[in-house]
């Protein structure tokens, strides 16, 4: 029975309560447009150019949700940058939700939100990046002995993409123009993505999988969220690490994904969804001296994907080649919202890219990507 007795509540608190909560905060209680966003952004739809989920996008909650599940859900919060602020306040606003339910003795009988919320230690202070040159995150890369963890932050760090991103990686979806790794995929009968079938040297990011979506027969543990499908670059320093992954990569069925456990029955199942934080931002980083966890500064999977807009931007970083910042729009999956002083509209720059994929993309990235010198 709930805090208000056996009272027979509308219908739609059970089968829809999101929508309803909604409506009775912004109608009953008159909350600002701004706040509204805020819930929304909190409890139903993350920002499409965000690198987090949503509670209802990262979680089956109405079915079931844990201690551990909230803690997850921090946890990628923090991963995607929001500030400590943002991740107290979203917290703040799952919990009074599930205690608007709890309230009510619908659809939920616990509420892990409140609990992390309240025993989570939320620093106000922001905390900074580390700031790295790529000399060092070359020395970095250097470092890491193993064949997988180096070719995946090499990876990340050379295309800015998201850790869903790389680890829904699939062999069509990645075109390395040598002969080992054509006679790889006709062993094993693996046609090209025919959206880089003609593009040697390349990585198409579709913009699917969503979180716990099935996505060519496999339940992805981990979600895109890229506004459009890219086609970036493989410039031969991160091809070279590739091929060395696959050079002992275990054997895979289908889907075949990139990275695949070792020690997984014949090497069929895709790496742990969080093997590359656990390695490449964790132990490794720490084992070679290029992180401390007793620093004041934050170094996460994300920080590959700060660094590569970072040094990428004209006058920023420490890098000192450039690209247009529309172009590192298209690389990142961002949805455009610049406009051009030249007459043309950053859509109709976005669509020259896709079109004119060689001349305006490929050779401006080969120019002016940064150069760490593993492999000299």
């Given at each position: 029975?709930?805090?208000?007795?056996?009272?027979?509540?509308?219908?739609?608190?059970?089968?829809?309560?999101?929508?309803?909560?909604?409506?009775?905060?912004?109608?009953?209680?008159?909350?600002?447009?701004?706040?509204?966003?805020?819930?929304?952004?909190?409890?139903?739809?993350?920002?499409?150019?965000?690198?987090?989920?949503?509670?209802?996008?990262?979680?089956?909650?109405?079915?079931?949700?844990?201690?551990?599940?909230?803690?997850?859900?921090?946890?990628?919060?923090?991963?995607?940058?929001?500030s400590e602020n943002t991740c107290r306040e979203y917290m703040a606003i799952i919990s009074t939700f599930l205690s608007s339910l709890l309230e009510k003795g619908i659809v939920v009988d616990s509420n892990p939100a409140k609990y992390v919320h309240d025993e989570a230690n939320f620093d106000p202070e922001e905390k900074n990046w580390i700031d790295r040159t790529p000399n060092e995150v070359g020395e970095y890369l250097s470092s890491i002995?193993?064949?997988?963890?180096?070719?995946?932050?090499?990876?990340?760090?050379?295309?800015?993409?998201?850790?869903?991103?790389?680890?829904?990686?699939?062999?069509?979806?990645?075109?390395?123009?040598?002969?080992?790794?054509?006679?790889?995929?006709?062993?094993?009968?693996?046609?090209?993505?025919?959206?880089?079938?003609?593009?040697?040297?390349?990585?198409?990011?579709?913009?699917?999988?969503?979180?716990?979506?099935?996505?060519?027969?496999?339940?992805?543990?981990?979600?895109?969220?890229?506004?459009?499908?890219?086609?970036?670059?493989?410039?031969?320093?991160?091809?070279?690490?590739?091929?060395?992954?696959?050079?002992?990569?275990?054997?895979?069925?289908?889907?075949?994904?990139?990275?695949?456990?070792?020690?997984?029955?014949?090497?069929?199942?895709?790496?742990?969804?969080?093997?590359?934080?656990?390695?490449?931002?964790?132990?490794?980083?720490?084992?070679?001296?290029?992180?401390?966890?007793?620093?004041?500064?934050?170094?996460?999977?994300?920080?590959?994907?700060?660094?590569?807009?970072?040094?990428?931007?004209?006058?920023?970083?420490?890098?000192?080649?450039?690209?247009?910042?529309?172009?590192?729009?298209?690389?990142?999956?961002?949805?455009?919202?610049?406009?051009?002083?030249?007459?043309?509209?950053?859509?109709?720059?976005?669509?020259?890219?896709?079109?004119?994929?060689?001349?305006?993309?490929?050779?401006?990235?080969?120019?002016?990507?940064?150069?760490?010198?593993?492999?000299?």
């Open positions: 029975m709930s805090d208000y007795g056996d009272l027979n509540f509308d219908d739609e608190w059970r089968d829809e309560p999101l929508k309803k909560y909604l409506r009775k905060k912004k109608k009953r209680d008159n909350i600002t447009d701004t706040r509204f966003d805020d819930l929304r952004r909190a409890l139903i739809k993350a920002p499409e150019n965000s690198d987090y989920q949503s509670w209802d996008e990262f979680l089956d909650w109405q079915n079931g949700q844990t201690i551990d599940d909230a803690w997850a859900f921090l946890d990628q919060m923090r991963e995607a940058g929001l002995g193993d064949p997988l963890f180096q070719s995946a932050g090499t990876v990340f760090v050379k295309t800015g993409i998201r850790q869903g991103e790389n680890y829904n990686i699939d062999l069509p979806y990645l075109h390395i123009d040598h002969p080992s790794y054509y006679a790889l995929l006709e062993k094993h009968d693996v046609a090209i993505h025919e959206k880089i079938a003609d593009r040697p040297d390349s990585l198409f990011i579709p913009s699917e999988p969503t979180i716990g979506e099935e996505y060519r027969g496999e339940k992805r543990l981990l979600g895109n969220k890229r506004v459009r499908p890219t086609i970036l670059p493989l410039d031969e320093e991160t091809k070279h690490s590739l091929l060395n992954w696959l050079a002992v990569r275990p054997i895979t069925e289908y889907p075949h994904p990139l990275w695949t456990g070792k020690k997984s029955y014949q090497g069929r199942e895709r790496i742990g969804k969080n093997a590359f934080k656990r390695r490449i931002t964790g132990d490794l980083a720490e084992k070679h001296g290029f992180y401390s966890a007793d620093s004041n500064k934050k170094f996460t999977l994300h920080w590959f994907r700060h660094f590569f807009t970072t040094n990428m931007k004209p006058g920023f970083g420490h890098h000192d080649q450039h690209m247009d910042p529309i172009m590192i729009k298209y690389l990142r999956g961002d949805k455009n919202t610049s406009s051009r002083s030249d007459n043309q509209s950053g859509a109709d720059i976005m669509e020259v890219y896709t079109h004119d994929w060689g001349d305006q993309i490929r050779q401006p990235y080969l120019q002016n990507i940064y150069q760490f010198g593993i492999y000299d």
